[in-house]
């Protein structure tokens, strides 16, 4: 006989959790920063929190990564050179499939023009770096999972 006292409703269990997380793993996050210190910080905080990451230093490198994979989130900056996060989201709109990936503008400019661009190219959200670890992921899992 078991005592009642002892036994009752679970607390949301750690399988529910090992199933986000394993879905997490199989989804993909391309981060595209020329900064390559602010790079590899994003790709690491991206990866410990469980997704796949690919890393751009450009408009033009990320558009060669979207050629071989189709991300569920891109994290884009702005200000780069050679291709700026405003010309790949130009690009971004030309491709069906493209164009119904989700981007975080995460971004050193707190310029209302910047701001009011990207979201009329229609960016799920605008940053302003430097950005907790912690808000980056909980913005992450708020848009992808």
């Known amino acids: 006989m078991s005592d009642s006292k002892t036994e ?9 959790a090992a199933a986000r997380a ?20 994003l790709g690491y905080v991206v990866k410990k ?12 490198k990320a558009a060669a990564v979207l050629k071989k ?22 690009l ?3 491709f069906k499939t493209a164009a119904s990936i989700p981007v975080v503008m995460l971004t ?16 799920q959200d605008y940053l302003v770096k430097p950005i907790s670890p912690k808000a980056l992921l909980l913005k992450a899992r708020a848009i992808i999972g």
């Open 8 to 16: 009752g409703p679970r607390p949301a269990n750690s399988t529910d």
């Open 22 to 41: 394993a879905a997490r793993r199989n989804k993909l996050v391309l981060v595209v920063e020329d900064d390559e210190k602010t790079r590899r910080l």
């Open 49 to 60: 929190g469980g997704y796949r990451v690919a890393l751009a230093e450009d408009g033009r």
């Open 69 to 90: 994979a189709r991300p569920d989130l891109i994290l884009l900056d702005i200000r780069m050179p050679r291709m700026d996060g405003f010309k790949l989201l130009e």
């Open 92 to 94: 971004l709109a030309r």
């Open 108 to 123: 050193a400019s707190d310029s209302p023009l910047d701001l009011d661009r990207a979201l009329r190219m229609g960016v």
